[in-house]
């Protein structure tokens, strides 16, 4: 076999090590999940069931990739010398569930801000990128040979770019409104050091997945014809999934978002949407449950509340 052999073969095949790590996680999570937060709303469970299940068509398509060049084309170089079906469809998968994931984090800045300017800019940062990856995936199907990898270029940087800032976008974002309510903390130490942990928690969040891509993005240009940037890729859509579901096993078990017990009606200071000033208490109280939720019942007026 050639040197280009090895490395078509060994970069893919160390990815689907990886991501059999990441896989096997994301459905511990999973399950977690379903049993512990069976009250969720069925909007949330449709997307974490959507996300889940795309995430796992790519999976197969990765294993599928090694699979036909490992074993069933095994010493065909010939076969070597192209892709086929299960890059362009593991590309899509992942464009798809890089996009529900960060659906589900600028519906939490939404429900935090009722800001619509930057919500609105998030996701159109989303649509560039998921059409980023679908451009991506189309350039492997039209032209598959490894020689014409080159023609790819431009829609992969346009996705793994558009997904990097996107990510950092809506870490941003939040950081922003976090670092605002942090600012009209009077009293306690405890108030601070939980909005802390929520920082941190939203930056390895928008870390993580803009690390990878940006990863693949420059791997890939340094050599186009080396399969180690779709080794790293691979990864990626187990990442999001990962995200997202770390975010919601965060919540006590049975806690779900607006349950009985928390304030109903609250956002930020300098956004109240109740008659009476929220405490700090109350703020962060509301802020934690739509960073452990994000996606739920609609917030409840405060006469509604009261009535119940």
Known sequence: ?????????????????ANS????????QGVYYYRHFKRDNWKLKLLVSSAIAIDSVSMIANYAS???????????????????????LYVFATGVVAALAQSFLTVRYWLLTKNKFIT????????VAAGGAFASGGALAIFPQYKDRAKATIPATTWLVSAAVTDISIASALLWEFSKLKS???????????????VAQTIQTGAAGAT???????????????????????????????TMLANLNVRKTGHTWLSKGTISGIILKGNPV?????????????????????INSPRESPETSIKK
């Open 1 to 17: 076999m050639s040197f280009n052999s090895d490395i078509i073969l060994g970069a893919l095949l160390v990815g689907t090590w």
């Open 21 to 28: 790590v990441l896989y096997t996680v994301e459905v511990i």
């Open 66 to 88: 090694v699979y036909l060049y490992t074993i069933t084309h095994w010493g065909n170089l010939a076969y070597l010398e192209n892709q086929y079906w299960p890059d362009p």
């Open 120 to 127: 609105l800019t998030l996701f159109a940062f989303i649509t």
């Open 184 to 198: 009209s903390f009077k009293e306690t130490k405890s108030l601070r050091d939980r909005l802390d942990r929520l």
């Open 212 to 242: 990878v891509a940006l990863a693949v993005l420059i791997v890939f240009l340094v050599n186009k014809e080396s399969n180690v940037p779709a080794g790293i890729a691979y990864i990626l859509g187990r990442v999001y999934c990962l």
């Open 274 to 294: 109740s008659r009476e000033t929220p405490t700090d208490q109350e703020n962060l109280s509301f802020v934690e449950d739509v960073e452990s939720a994000g």
